[in-house]
């Protein structure tokens, strides 16, 4: 049978393809269908060119084929979801020709991880419609979104949200009041005439909202079960020299702490002009933000938000003991290598080394206690804390800087570190007037860095990329520049 035989029942039209014949099975007429479809489909697209098309016609193909993928999505999921079905019973008829188990099977003919395949199987499993001893059907689960998802108005996407959503809460919820939420939410994801369809992030809100709305009581239960699962846990170091974390935090905890970092990652103003660190350091009368480069990412700046949430927490006088001690880390490092600023060092407990560079940090803020051994490590010297600024020093240093002195950085003082301007190997004292405040992020690459800083006079001063002058940044933020001579 050739190519036009198989195809002999379609006859093609403008508004597409209509079917003119007969169809003996259910699943034959859905093959054929599919296989015209396919195949008047292939040149269109293969020819696609989406940049010449005019923006009129791109929206209208963006929303049209948006639904046709729907609707192909529509045969996926009932069809994925029939497998559960075929492997159940005294017949698993798909381990007779050869599959191992529903997944195994929808995941070998569709290319699908195993991950997707059960998605797929599940969300079919609830939508499709159940067959009964008798042969008889029994209806979906969830009718209201079954018929939107076969009509092509709702994705898989909506779908797997409104149906996971009812489900939490039906073993509690009169069937009737399940019903009118499925049927209202439906109507507000697909869309209608007087309003336009969801996005998915406002589908998730809105499931949330009738589900609080029609078991005020499950919020208790939810939450007590979040409680049982929070979790945070700090893995071994990677042989990139990173510490991997992961965790669930509870509602309140986690929102905490996006806010408390966003609040910060979000107030940094940030340009790349050319002259923008000139326009940004002249003065304008009132305290405010000063633009600044910065080219760390989103995800890098709530990394250095969060270093500087730490540094302050380990600051505070009620913070808990650890081994008798203040939660501190101990770098160990031979006293040469940091006379010569090169070498490594080790963290306790970490296997990864440290170098010089990153250990100079940690003393500015944290001091330094030498240990003299002899050649058998047999301890015969301790030494007092060294190298750190006392507590009176940081108010003071707080007093004049208010914060990170760095241009346009709004880190707060509470969070920043103080910083010996001329390094203490280098003969800088441990001094309000060769202390300045950084937030950790700054401080990390104020060497390697645009920055340069400066103390004429025990005042901070501040040199950015490409700029000659040196800026007075005290409390205020920003002074006028102070043209650097000599």
């Known amino acids: 049978m050739g190519l036009s035989d198989s195809f002999s029942g379609y006859r093609p039209n ?150 996971d959503a ?22 507000l994801a697909a869309g209608s005439d007087t309003h336009p369809p969801l996005r998915g992030d406002l589908v998730r809100g809105q499931a949330h909202l009738f589900v609080e709305a029609i078991d005020p009581d499950g919020v208790r239960p939810r939450e007590e079960l979040a409680r049982r699962k929070r979790r945070f846990t700090i893995g071994p170091e990677t042989r990139d020299g990173l510490i991997p974390v992961h965790g669930l935090l509870t509602l309140e905890i986690g929102a905490s702490l996006k806010r408390l970092i966003d609040a910060h990652v979000r107030r940094v103003a940030f340009t790349d002009g050319p002259h923008a660190l000139e326009d940004a350091t002249q003065p304008t009368g009132r305290e405010e933000p000063v633009e600044h480069l910065d080219d760390r990412t989103p995800a890098q700046r709530r990394h250095d938000t969060l270093a500087d949430i730490i540094s302050a927490a380990s600051r505070v006088k009620d913070a808990p003991e650890l081994a008798g001690t203040a939660p501190a880390i101990t770098v160990t490092v031979t006293q040469a290598a940091l006379d010569h600023g090169r070498g490594v060092g080790t963290i306790d407990g970490v296997d990864t080394p440290i170098s010089v560079a990153a250990i100079e940090k940690l003393i500015d803020s944290r001091g330094i206690q030498t240990v003299t051994m002899n050649p058998n490590r047999r301890i015969l010297a301790l030494g007092s804390v060294q190298r750190c600024f006392t507590s009176s020093q940081r108010r003071a240093i ?59 006079n025990g005042v901070p ?19 006028p520049p102070l043209t650097r001579t000599g």
Not at 432 to 442: E, R, Y
Not at 461 to 479: A, I, L, N
Request: net charge negative; proline share 6%.
């Open 166 to 187: 009812l489900d939490g809460v039906s073993p509690r919820v009169d069937p009737v009041v399940i019903a009118e939420a499925e049927e209202a939410l439906v109507n």
């Open 461 to 479: 001063h501040v040199r950015g990329p490409g700029h000659p002058d040196w800026t007075h940044t005290t409390k205020t933020r920003t002074g």
């Open 398 to 456: 707080t007093a004049r800087d208010g914060g990170c002195v760095i241009p346009g950085c709004t880190t707060p003082a509470g969070w920043c570190e103080v910083h010996h301007v001329i390094p203490w190997r280098d003969g800088g004292e441990t001094h309000t007037d060769n202390g300045v405040l950084l937030c950790w992020g700054h401080h990390q690459n104020i060497d390697s860095g645009p920055w340069r800083l400066t103390m004429p």
């Open 14 to 163: 403008v508004g597409g393809v209509v079917f003119t014949g007969r169809m003996t099975t259910h699943g034959a007429a859905l093959q054929d269908a599919v296989a015209v479809a396919t195949e008047v489909l292939r040149e269109p697209v293969a020819e696609l060119v989406p940049g010449r098309i005019p923006v009129a016609d791109y929206v209208t193909l963006l929303r049209d084929v948006e639904r046709l993928g729907r609707l192909v999505d529509a045969a996926r999921v009932a069809l994925a979801g029939d497998a559960e079905q075929r492997t159940g019973g005294p017949i698993d008829a798909l381990a007779a020709v050869g599959y191992a188990s529903a997944v195994d099977a929808v995941a070998t003919l569709t290319g699908l991880s195993d991950r997707d395949a059960k998605r797929r199987i599940r969300l079919g499993g609830k939508l499709n419609a159940g067959v009964s001893l008798t042969g008889a059907e029994t209806g979906s689960v969830h009718p209201s979104v079954a018929q939107a998802v076969s009509a092509g108005n709702l994705g898989v996407d909506a779908a797997t949200i409104l149906t």
